[in-house]
């Protein structure tokens, strides 16, 4: 390629100008890795993303782009993923992402091979659906060892045809639904490959019954009340599934031919008449009466959750949902810093789930149901017993006695720990210690003015498993 200037340089730190070390950073001295291509027309902008493999944004991670043939980017000790940035126009094989290690010294050179990318048209055809239908196609493929999916495309058409401009690659195609039509076989779904040329047109075939009202219809529910019907069955043409809801008197379907099951959703504080049934659906339109009748008022209940196992003041919530419901669950959650929680509630079938209190677990009814029914259900005994927590200490050597230091330790992420972490330590002292749980952690020492990393690594990853992990020591120097 052509010499010119790096366009663009996204970094975390100071970086080094050459191949050696840089001065020490709170990660310790950097190093380049060095990146070069081949098969870019000269002055093609091009780019490496790299970071660090541990603890997100603790180590390096930054992007470099350029549009020379080599890319370098400095990094310290420690594994890195890379990834390529993309080039419109041009892919690369297997080298488009990949790990290398660095410990003390340069990581070896990676080369990379960018290829051109030739597109062909791939086709689909309808048949089956009224004229000036929209219908819609989704494609997505991992063609040329890219990364990601190479091609993520949706086309739409009110036409008969729709096309595609897609390179060589194994690809996966899904139709949209199309309301009030149904897929003949398996026409919704779908994989075809391009081989350096187009592949046959692919067929999409759909059927178009005629349809029949069936009209759902409510008394009694205030205005504006949301209630909801699902039906299920077998129509000419296929199967069929619908919910809809409504604010308004009536939820109107409109079905093909055939045998439906349906279930008309609970609303707090009335009861409703039928719950479920079925219609036959023959071209004639069907009406349906559903009766909902409000609870006597004053039926309420007090329903009480004990807690066990919690010290005074902890706070703690339980959560109720009445059962028999679609589309509009009723849910309701209180919150105590005391040993009981009520609930006030009428006549129905409820599950509750009790929500766990920092650094405690719910051994005893996490989950449950119960039913009131004209009196109170017996109250629900809940067990807290607390988690166990384990030490993480962090020691340094080299600073003096009155010199302030600081360290985090974070939850690495979501799903590495019981609970979320993220707790700083200030001290002039030789080691900080963090109370954690079971989990993966991030840890990082803050840089220090006037002192360099010397040994140990300042920043990374340390999992908590059972027991307390091995003292974390980082030595400080001071710079000359």
């Not at 970094?11 to 990660?27: E, M, Y």
């Not at 409510?218 to 209630?227: I, K």
Request: glycine letters at 12%.
């Amino acid at each position: 390629m052509a010499t010119g200037l790096i366009l663009l340089s996204s970094l975390v730190g100071a970086a080094p100008a050459g191949g050696g070390t840089a001065a020490s950073s709170v990660h310790g001295p950097f190093y380049n890795a060095t990146f070069n291509e081949t098969g870019l027309p000269p002055g093609t902008v091009w780019g490496v993303h790299v970071a660090y493999v541990g603890c997100s944004c603790d180590g390096v991670r930054k992007t470099v782009t350029s549009n020379l043939s080599t890319v370098a980017i400095p990094v310290t000790n420690g594994t890195y993923n890379y990834n390529l940035v993309k080039v419109p126009g041009y892919y690369v094989n297997v080298s488009a992402h990949g790990s290398f290690n660095v410990s003390g010294a340069p990581p070896p050179t990676i080369t990379v091979a960018f290829h051109p990318l030739i597109p062909f048209s791939v086709e689909f055809t309808e048949t089956g659906l009224p004229n000036g239908t929209l219908w819609t196609v989704h494609v997505t493929g991992n063609g040329q060892g890219q990364e990601h999916a190479l091609e993520d495309q949706t086309a739409s058409s009110y036409g008969t045809s729709l096309n595609f401009s897609l390179p060589n690659g194994t690809y996966h195609y899904t139709v949209a639904p199309v309301n009030g039509s149904f897929f003949v076989g398996r026409s919704s779904h779908g994989k075809f490959v391009v081989a350096g040329g187009s592949p046959p047109s692919i067929a999409v075939a759909f059927v178009t019954p005629p349809t029949t009202v069936v009209r759902f219809s409510e008394s009694a529910l205030p205005l504006g009340t949301n209630w909801s019907v699902r039906v299920n069955g077998i129509g000419a043409g296929g199967h069929v599934v619908e919910q809809l809801s409504s604010t308004t008197g009536n939820v109107t379907f409109a079905l093909p031919n055939g045998t439906y099951r349906y279930l008309v959703g609970g609303v707090l504080g009335f009861v409703n008449s039928p719950v479920t049934g079925s219609v036959n659906v023959t071209g004639t339109p069907v009406a349906i009466n559903v009766s909902y009748t409000l609870v006597a008022q004053g039926a309420f209940y007090p329903v009480a959750f004990e807690e066990n196992g919690l010290p005074n003041g902890t706070s703690w919530a339980v959560t109720v949902t009445i059962t028999h419901t679609i589309g509009h669950s009723r849910t309701e959650t209180q919150t105590s810093s005391g040993t009981t929680i009520y609930f006030l509630l009428q006549n129905a079938s409820y599950k509750f789930r009790v929500h766990e209190a920092r650094g405690y677990a719910v051994t005893l009814n996490p989950l449950g149901t119960f039913l009131i029914a004209g009196a109170s259900p017996a109250v629900v005994i809940v067990n807290f017993t607390a988690i166990p927590t384990y030490a993480v200490t962090i020691n340094v050597t080299g600073l003096p006695s009155d010199l302030n230091w600081s360290s985090l330790v974070r939850t690495q992420s979501a799903g590495a720990s019981l609970w979320n972490v993220h707790v700083t330590q200030t001290t002039n002292g030789t080691s900080v210690t963090f109370y954690v749980p079971n989990g993966t952690y991030c840890y990082r020492v803050t840089a220090v003015p006037g002192f360099r990393v010397s040994s140990g690594v300042a920043a990374g990853s340390v999992t908590v498993a059972g027991s307390s992990p091995a003292v974390i020591s980082v030595g400080f120097t001071a710079r000359a």
